[in-house]
């Protein structure tokens, strides 16, 4: 930590020597970087103005990568990391090392469609997400709760559609073959239609995708490409635009995702799956949400209102000889019906006054059904989980100095009653009420229009958790170690310092910040002994932090945009109690699990006339992540990974060609990697895929 902090030192003393006398102002030639107007804190701002770290990937972006998956996009952001994924269409991420950890039933990243919450108890993975016809992806970093609430403690994901077309028709198509290095071949179709049906009013726009990634694993029988993922997408939203104040949305979204056997294997190369023929990993999930936007004299009224269902089903099987089964096998299935009312009410001040203001409630009632069997040796069970959260939350902001310096407060009170019942328990885990407060302090310098200084100091949360009572009362009585079947909210505090400039004519942008965070109550999944493993709080961590990124758009090339970007996290644990160190081996001072200490992200993207009405394009992306401590406790730790994309090719008229390929250097690292029992669990990226693509794009005049 001492040797993170003299660096931070050094680099910030750099960083924040730019003068603003040094910052040319933009003339007539306009940006040659593209300007993104993002709503990352409840209303319309420029990216580089917004005082907290965060990043946006534009449509534009999206498309010139091919990056159609929300993984894909997640792999740019500094200090982010893929966590314990079980399918392709079952993932979980972390943001700076807050990870989520074991069975806990909500994530550390919260995500959001629009300004419809995608949550539901019990369920800790994010949406499958493809981000075709996205008009943005933002991705906040560091703990949001405050604006974002419970789960928000380590960043904040936001899925910005794009809206139908009130003026002009639109069609966009494309459609792609994919071949595996070693793995079966695989095809993707996407689609959207936007149609104003009454001009300036009413618009419809309809979005579809299609695709069927191919297997690469081997399994233990000698069968390959054992593991194919199909997924299918499909989005429509109805705009109102009723008059000038008024607007209204309906926006339906559903994905269906199967995967056949799971993302995990016993061995990395060749990859040979844990699993066995008929084990899969299904999801269904369906979003229905109406938003209403109101323009009052003195605010915008918002009103969102989400419904949710999501279905997911899971079979796992294991070879137990000498039990008299069939095959010798033993399958386990598990099925899920999950549902969410999610409603938020906000005003937001739209006044030219100095005095900025917003103020919001947050409801939310989610209920989650499981339910068990086995072939043989486990007895069939169920469980229902059931939370019923309010939040309300506000910030003031009041400039002075002209609006060059921009003071701000908030705070979120939360209340969440939670209650678990499993038909395998005698003693049912009581129902239990979790509150929480986040406060959040902000002030913002903006000495001239493109030099951006603030310090963001804010509080994130997770709420409450159970813990089986049998399972704590056997650790209670092995291990004399006070198992609490009810585990309280952890929180984090998080501080922060940044900055953001514009130089050489818009030509460049840089953006730093440094940040501190202490995260108390530590939730991790401990394993006792082989078979005995318990969600508790294990104790504290600290992180110390540097983020960095670098935009160039040279005006002497035109057409080419340079960006990179770097997350440096010193971390470790503190204040461990000693019977978890004992027990897991992890002591003070560890790194806290599946957390890197470094990311970097290299892209390079050019677009040039190759001749008259031929548009070229060339991209490519570079990713490293360095190797992270695996799951708690655990003894193999997760490897390094490079990964190498890129795309080239032409359009004319619409019509489009491209040839692109991904994990170019066939990195085949493990992502996340367990020693259960003597046996290996892992997880890796799949191989080196190669692909070629046609789009084609039309919007009438």
């Known amino acids: 930590m001492k040797r993170m902090i003299n660096v931070l030192g050094t680099i910030l003393l750099g960083v924040f020597a730019v003068s603003p006398t040094y910052v040319v102002a933009s003339d007539d030639s306009g940006s040659t970087i593209e300007e993104i107007v993002v709503t990352a804190q409840k209303r319309e701002q420029r990216l580089e103005e917004v005082p907290i770290a965060m990043q946006a990937f534009s449509s534009s972006l999206l498309e010139s990568t091919n990056m159609r998956d929300f993984f894909e996009v997640i792999a740019m952001v500094p200090g982010a990391n893929e966590d314990q994924s079980q399918s392709p269409t079952r993932r979980r991420y972390s943001i700076r090392g807050i990870v989520q950890a074991g069975a806990n039933p909500d994530t550390t990243v919260g995500y959001y469609f629009n300004d419809s919450a995608y949550f539901i108890f019990g369920r800790p993975a994010a949406p499958i997400t493809?981000?075709?016809?996205?008009?943005?992806?933002?991705?906040?970093?560091?703990?949001?709760?405050?604006?974002?609430?419970?789960?928000?403690?380590?960043?904040?994901?936001?899925?910005?559609?794009?809206?139908?077309?009130?003026e002009n028709y639109e069609v966009h198509f494309q459609t792609g073959l994919t071949d595996l290095k070693d793995g079966e071949s695989g095809h993707f179709i996407d689609g959207a239609l936007s149609l104003p049906l009454i001009e300036d009013t009413l618009g419809l726009r309809v979005v579809a995708s299609q695709e069927g990634m191919g297997g690469y694993h081997m399994d233990s029988l000698g069968n390959d490409e054992v593991n194919p993922t199909d997924i299918n997408s499909y989005r429509a939203e109805l705009l109102w635009h009723a008059n000038d104040a008024v607007t209204v949305s309906l926006n339906y979204f559903t994905e269906e995702g199967e995967s056949d056997y799971s993302n995990f294997v016993s061995s990395l190369d060749p990859p040979i799956n844990n699993q066995f023929p008929g084990d899969f990993y299904d999801n269904d999930q369906e979003f229905l949400s109406a938003t209403l936007d109101w323009e009052l004299d003195f605010a915008t009224l918002t009103v969102n209102v989400t419904s949710i269902e999501s279905d997911e089903a899971t079979q796992l099987s294991a070879l137990i000889p000498g039990l008299g089964l069939p095959n010798d096998m033993v399958s386990l299935t598990n099925a899920q019906e999950g549902e969410a009312l999610n409603t938020e009410i906000r005003l937001v001040s739209q006044s030219d006054s100095p005095f900025q203001w917003l103020a919001g409630v947050y409801y939310s009632d989610t209920e989650n059904v499981s339910d068990t069997f086995a072939t043989a040796l486990i007895p069939p069970g169920g469980s229902v989980s059931e939370s019923e959260s309010i939040s309300v939350f506000g910030e003031v902001s009041y400039s002075l100095m002209d609006g060059k310096l921009i003071p701000l407060i908030g705070v979120r009170w939360f209340d969440d009653d939670r209650e678990r019942f499993d038909t395998n328990l005698v003693t049912q885990v009581p129902k239990e009420n979790f509150d929480a407060i986040s406060p959040r302090f902000n002030l913002q310098y903006l000495p001239n229009e493109n030099s951006n200084y603030y310090l963001n100091i804010v509080k994130g949360f997770r709420s409450g958790n159970f813990v089986d009572p049998n399972i704590c009362g056997l650790i209670q009585t092995l291990f004399n170690f006070p198992c609490e079947v009810a585990l309280d909210s952890d929180e984090v505090w998080s501080y922060e310092i940044g900055g953001k400039w514009t130089l050489m004519d818009q030509q460049l942008q840089l953006d730093a910040s440094v940040y501190y965070m202490d995260w108390e109550n530590n939730r991790q999944a401990v394993q006792f002994f082989p078979g005995l493993t318990a969600d508790v709080e294990v104790g504290d961590a600290e992180y110390l932090g540097l983020d960095l990124s670098v935009i160039y758009a040279p005006a002497a090339v035109e057409g080419l945009v340079l960006q990179a970007s770097a997350n440096f996290n010193d971390n470790e644990f503190t204040g461990l109690d000693p019977i978890v160190s004992a027990a897991s081996g992890v002591n003070n001072g560890d790194n806290v699990s599946l957390t890197s200490e470094h990311t970097f992200a290299l892209s390079a993207n050019y677009e040039w006339e190759m001749s008259e009405g031929w548009q070229g394009q060339a991209a490519m992306t570079f990713t490293h992540v360095s190797a992270a401590e695996s799951q708690f406790g655990s003894i193999p730790d997760a490897d390094s990974r490079s990964m190498l994309r890129a795309r080239i090719g032409g359009s004319y008229q619409g019509f489009g060609l491209y040839l692109f390929g991904t994990n170019l250097l066939n990195e085949d690292g493990a992502i996340f990697i367990q020693d259960v029992q003597g046996s290996v669990n892992a997880m890796r990226n799949p191989p080196r895929m190669l692909g070629i693509e046609f789009t084609y794009d039309f919007e009438s005049d």
């Open 130 to 166: 493809r981000t075709y016809d996205m008009e943005r992806v933002e991705v906040l970093r560091g703990p949001q709760s405050t604006l974002y609430g419970n789960s928000a403690m380590g960043g904040v994901v936001r899925f910005i559609t794009k809206k139908p077309n009130l």
